[in-house]
């Protein structure tokens, strides 16, 4: 099963790789592709990051990689024992995009605990998916398998939102600072989309995810700010603008100010790297 690690294959929309039988340094550096990701860690412990957020790589959790996020293996710790699966695929592998707006929806978290039923799910699934994949054989059974694979996800992920009260308006609030924040980067915009006080919104945000709003909205521009500065050969001043800044040297304040660094540091750093 030869794969590049960056692309899927020109003739397919699905790709599975044995994370201990083919895994190779090359595979795990820092970059983004136009395809989702699932990362299954079966055993063994490491370290990965997904847009700049450091996250644990250990047993019985799942991990989501969407199209455009930046992510990196952190590799110091990675041994023999390391084991578990990656699923590289495209929407189009599907034959509706339920399981994908599901899965993949701005709220979800990148980790998802998988509890102890599920897991015998789940490895049962990735069982046969790999052995399908091995004869390819049927790619439309493949699909049909690996979407009761992500919905078992899912219904994990459910269980567990259920159980910790989240008020709905953080979701509603992720999604309208995805949908805005390019052109509206003040809490006020926000609060009155969501029809509440900018001072209400806050403590619902503190009560909810101990952030505020412009904490989020920040977060969600310095994410963007970083993926086209490692990724794109644009000049800070095309990069303030796309991301709503049409005064670059406020932009490189508002960067450091957030980092330590200046965006041409940051790139820097990142191209040495």
């Not at 039988?21 to 970059?31: N, Q």
């Not at 990051?49 to 990689?65: A, C, G, Q, R, W």
């Not at 670059?248 to 960067?255: E, K, L, M, P, Q």
Request: aromatic share 14%; hydrophobic share 35%; with cysteine.
């Amino acid at each position: 099963m030869k794969i590049n690690y960056n692309d899927i294959n020109d003739n397919k929309s699905f790709e599975l790789i044995n994370i201990k039988d083919e895994h190779k340094k090359e595979f795990f550096k820092e970059h983004r592709h136009k395809f989702y990701e699932l990362i299954f860690i079966t055993n063994g412990y490491g370290k990965h990051s997904i847009d700049f957020k450091e996250y644990e790589l250990k047993k019985d959790l799942v991990y989501l990689i969407s199209p455009s996020q930046v992510h990196k293996w952190l590799l110091d710790d990675f041994n023999n024992e390391y084991d578990g699966y990656i699923f590289l695929f495209s929407r189009d592998f599907f034959q509706n995009d339920e399981v994908i707006n599901n899965l993949f929806d701005i709220n979800i978290d990148s980790a998802i605990n998988i509890c102890n039923n599920t897991k015998q799910n789940l490895t049962s699934l990735v069982k046969m998916i790999e052995d399908e994949y091995k004869i390819n054989d049927d790619y439309q059974l493949i699909s049909h398998l690996f979407s009761s694979f992500l919905k078992y996800i899912f219904k994990s992920k459910k269980r567990i939102e259920k159980s910790s009260n989240i008020d709905e308006r953080v979701g509603q609030l992720r999604l309208l600072i995805e949908q805005n924040y390019k052109k509206e980067k003040s809490a006020g915009f926000y609060a009155n989309k969501l029809d509440i006080t900018t001072k209400r919104l806050n403590e619902i945000m503190q009560q909810n995810i101990n952030q505020t709003v412009t904490c989020l909205i920040n977060e969600r521009v310095m994410i963007e700010a970083k993926r086209e500065l490692i990724y794109s050969k644009m000049s800070i001043k095309e990069i303030s603008e796309i991301i709503g800044f049409f005064d670059s040297s406020y932009f490189s304040r508002f960067f450091k100010k957030q980092t330590g660094i200046s965006p041409l540091e940051f790139r820097e750093r990142h191209i040495q790297n």
